[in-house]
DNA sequence: CCCTTTGACCATCACTGACATTTACCATTA
DNA sequence: TAATGGTAAATGTCAGTGATGGTCAAAGGG
């Protein structure tokens, strides 16, 4: 039931893990030819699944010798993302917050309960609020936003 | 005499039984073809037969390699929740939701992690939201209620 | 009348291929 | 030698296609 996405991405994640700094580089074309897929398929994988928001930076370079290296992120602190939030507000869309989620609880900050939990407020909860004068777009974004900021201030007075 | 929706209810009934952790992973095209009928039917099944309040989670994800899953939850008194959601779009004060919480929480249905977070996503956020055209009073007391609602029904789909 | 069933239309995700861009390397030449 | 330029080797981008599942109103049936 796995896509070859999954695949790639678990293979990848794999690499990541069982580095001492938790970075690879690998060669775009080389892992395509592993999968027998397109080589633009690669670069999909990395968009959806080593997004910032996942906490990964993705760096390359192109013509010869060129490669493609991803790096964790890591975070012992959250004011960071605080901050960052703050300047993307009106941008924060529902696939940033399972993102931002899912990083969250990769990395121990929460329990995947409170992911859920999160994601209730934060998704389902706005999904239809047009009837509250909220309509989608930026104004939603915002209230997410705040809703999230809250919540990370409060995980962040735990400690880890 | 079984209707078509009643079939495939008890085909997935018994999917669910016979799997060790009580989940089961469909593709809803393969199976409307199996029993020959249109895809929406496998939703109305899972809409009417399968929903939260009969003890069913249903997630799902769509393009390719889309699936629909659908997990039993233990229910272990439920009903005030339930009771609470029913009537989910009363006006929710600040205090109300703080009794809730203390309720919820000795009831050891959240841990105080959990209710802590809770308690961000719907006082402090919505503190100061005015600047979204979110006035305090009925309309912000109603966002609070959606939010819980949401939340409520995540906590439901873990039992206790 | 209520419950079922369907179909038309929508939203989302995975994957690809054509085309563009960047870099290393090497041959040619003033 | 230094400058030029061409070629091969990499990666990036983006729009398009097919494969899913979701929603909703309307028709059908007991």
Redesign the interface.
């Known amino acids: 039931?796995?896509?070859l996405?999954?695949t790639i991405e678990r293979y990848i994640m794999r690499l990541i893990e069982s580095s001492p700094d938790q970075v690879v580089t690998i060669q775009r074309g080389k892992l395509a030819s592993e999968f027998d897929c397109a080589p633009s398929q690669i670069n999909y994988v990395l968009a959806t699944r080593f997004s910032v928001f996942r906490g990964f930076i993705v760096e390359s370079r192109r013509g010869g010798s060129g490669y493609v290296r991803i790096r964790k992120i890591p975070i012992d602190r959250i004011e960071p993302i605080v901050a960052y939030l703050e300047e993307y507000e009106r941008q924060l869309k529902e696939s940033d917050v399972e993102d931002l989620l899912s990083w969250l609880e990769r990395e121990n900050f929460i329990t995947h309960?409170?992911s859920?939990?999160?994601?209730?407020?934060?998704i389902?909860?706005?999904e239809k609020?047009d009837d509250?004068?909220?309509p989608p777009g930026a104004?939603r974004n915002?209230?997410r936003s705040?809703?999230l900021?809250?919540?990370l201030?409060?995980?962040l007075s735990?400690g880890k």
């Open positions: 039931m796995y896509s996405c999954d309960r409170e859920e939990l999160m994601k209730a407020a934060m389902k909860a706005l609020v509250l004068g909220i104004e915002q209230l705040r809703i900021r809250e919540m201030l409060q995980i735990w």
